[in-house]
């Protein structure tokens, strides 16, 4: 079935995402495990959560900063499928009833309701582990190769621990019904959502052997882009519609998370957002016919809030 087009996207971006998702998608169909392989219950889950929809955001921006960075051939879709696999990883851990007990994601039940909360734990380990494996490959072609490859293993796997995701994660939990500073709630949104789209520009910029320059600035984008996105999240947390989020509205309310809104408001965070934005769109000058992709990304990542 054709997927209709989101109209927040300008046409020109939504046929590059559209065509370097499928791209993704193939790779990860292909590296995924066989369902009817042993251990079947993992593996089914597995490709459950990752193979379940969504707009591979981590992937385009990865490819979009390896074209824009002159980067040719397919070796940016295994990387991609590699921000899936960790994305996902994120995602099935962070819906487990130990943390925020989600029961539903983009729309269907979360892997530990589908499946059950052991089989979702080891499915999430699964595909960190999947992911790394992803990435080293690519390394054993020529020694210029190994080199990027190792830079790239090293900013994921920096991202993943204690001073990203799983750093932001913990501080997240530890501030639920508790008051928190705007240093505290930007500290959790940095490190968790922001650190691995930011590291997806990265990433992609590595592996086309990006200059200096163009690293620096790429990765200011990145992160500030990964910023707003999470800042936008907060907001749609509390304005859209159940059926919009595909899980339940006003969770981070009602579990009281450290929020833009619950610490500025919601006109204040959707400032924040649209400065976020800006800022980001700032770095990108310079990308030649690439620049108004990374523009208009951004532009609908602050749309998705209103």
């Known amino acids: 079935m054709k997927k209709s087009r989101d109209k927040a996207i300008p046409v020109f971006l939504d046929r590059f995402m559209k065509r370097e998702g499928r ?43 390896f074209r824009a960075c002159g980067g040719r051939g397919a070796a940016i879709y295994r990387v991609g ?10 995602l099935i851990h962070d819906d487990l009833p130990c943390m925020d007990d989600d029961k539903l994601r983009r729309g269907e039940p979360t892997v530990h309701v589908a499946f059950d909360e052991a089989t979702a734990l080891l499915a999430g380990d699964a595909l960190l582990s999947l992911a790394f494996e992803v990435l080293a490959s690519l390394g054993t072609r020529d020694s210029s190769s190994g080199l990027r490859t190792s830079r790239m293993i090293h900013e994921i796997a920096h991202v993943a621990g204690t001073m990203g995701i799983v750093g932001g994660q913990v ?15 930007t500290y959790i949104h940095t490190h968790k959502t922001g650190a691995l789209i930011g590291c997806s520009v990265r990433l992609g910029a590595l592996l086309a052997g990006a200059r200096k320059k163009q690293l620096e600035a790429l990765s200011a984008y990145g992160n500030r882009l990964g910023f707003a996105f999470q800042v936008v999240d907060d907001i749609r947390d509390l304005k859209a519609t ?27 965070s959707l400032k924040k957002a649209h400065s976020l934005v800006e800022e980001a769109k700032s770095e990108v000058r310079g990308f030649g016919k690439y620049e108004k992709h ?8 602050v749309r998705r809030a209103t």
């Open 171 to 185: 501080l997240d939990m530890e501030s639920e019904g508790k008051r928190v500073s705007l240093s505290t709630v």
């Open 242 to 268: 159940s059926r919009e989020l595909g899980k339940a509205r006003a969770r981070d309310k009602e579990r009281q998370k450290a929020t833009f809104p619950l610490v500025l408001g919601l006109e204040k």
């Open 23 to 65: 791209k993704v998608e193939s790779v990860l169909e292909e590296i995924l495990p066989d369902s009817r392989k042993r251990p079947a219950s993992v593996h089914r889950a597995m490709r459950y959560a990752v193979l379940g929809g969504g707009k591979r955001i981590r992937p385009v921006l990865a490819a979009l900063a």
């Open 294 to 301: 990374f523009c208009a990304l951004a532009d609908y990542v």
């Open 81 to 90: 499928a590699a921000l899936e696999l960790i994305h996902n990883f994120t």
